[in-house]
């Protein structure tokens, strides 16, 4: 059970929308539309901004979509704003049970 | 709101068992379709899914730690428990306590605030 492959960085500026990817294989992110997506501020706890692939929960702003093509999956962030600035990680069921998380990404808003 | 909070020894020694507790308010430990769940993140890296326990009894755990971890609950209380055993410096690192929510929206919803420990002489 491998590590989902994520960019380690991303940047934009304030407005610019960035994607991140997410890429497993056909047993987590290809196999299953149980891919989730959180946002991490430092020393915070994980904040889950996206569910089952394209669902946002309660209170998360519109400006987060997820989608999935084959074993990738992405997050787009559009109008970037300096709060936004945070760490992303994507996460995934994998066979057996077991759940999988990619190994994050920095986003920067430049 | 549920609310999820970790409590234990901040350092552990090599060799011996880490031993935390996470207490929910704000839910049950015995709600049908929640399973509760352990993730830790080792400093300055990703996250790491640990292992969870359903309200039948029933654990999962990754095939990476398996030999190793044991998670429980105790219905009484409200809480679940993770033990990890012979530890080393390896597994220094924030562990989370979180619920994994079923229902057609797989997904961790609610964290604990974490705890850091600690594993050194």
């Known amino acids: 059970q491998s590590a989902l492959t994520q960019p380690a960085s991303v940047s934009g500026s304030p407005g610019q929308s960035i994607t991140i990817s997410c890429t497993g294989t056909?047993?987590?992110?290809?196999?299953?539309?149980?891919v989730s997506w959180y946002q991490q501020h430092p020393a915070k706890a994980p904040k889950l901004i996206i569910y089952?692939?394209?669902n946002r929960p309660s209170g998360v702003s519109n400006r987060f979509s997820g989608s999935k093509s084959g074993n990738t999956a992405s997050l787009t962030i559009s109008g970037l704003q300096a709060e936004d600035e945070a760490d992303y990680y994507c996460?995934?069921?994998?066979?057996?049970?077991?759940?999988?998380f990619g190994g994050g990404t920095k986003m920067t808003v430049l | 709101q549920v609310q999820l909070q970790e409590s234990g020894p901040g350092l552990v020694k090599p060799s011996q068992t880490l031993s935390l507790t996470c207490t929910v308010s704000?839910?049950?430990?015995?709600?049908?379709?929640?399973?509760w769940s352990w993730i830790r993140q080792h400093p300055g890296k990703g996250l790491e899914w640990i292992g969870y326990?359903?309200?039948?009894?029933?654990?999962f755990y990754s095939p990476s730690l398996k030999s190793r971890v044991s998670i429980s609950v105790d219905t009484s209380k409200n809480q679940f428990s993770l033990k990890l055993n012979s530890v080393t410096a390896a597994d220094t690192a924030v562990y989370y306590c979180?619920?994994?929510?079923?229902?057609?929206?797989?997904?961790?919803?609610?964290w604990g605030q974490g705890t850091l420990v600690t594993v050194s002489s």
């Open positions: 056909s047993s987590d992110v290809g196999g299953y539309n149980y």
């Open positions: 704000g839910g049950s430990v015995t709600s049908v379709g929640y399973y």
């Open positions: 326990i359903y309200n039948t009894g029933s654990t």
């Open positions: 089952e692939v394209n």
């Open positions: 996460n995934s069921y994998s066979n057996n049970n077991t759940w999988v």
């Open positions: 979180s619920r994994l929510r079923s229902f057609g929206t797989w997904s961790f919803d609610y």
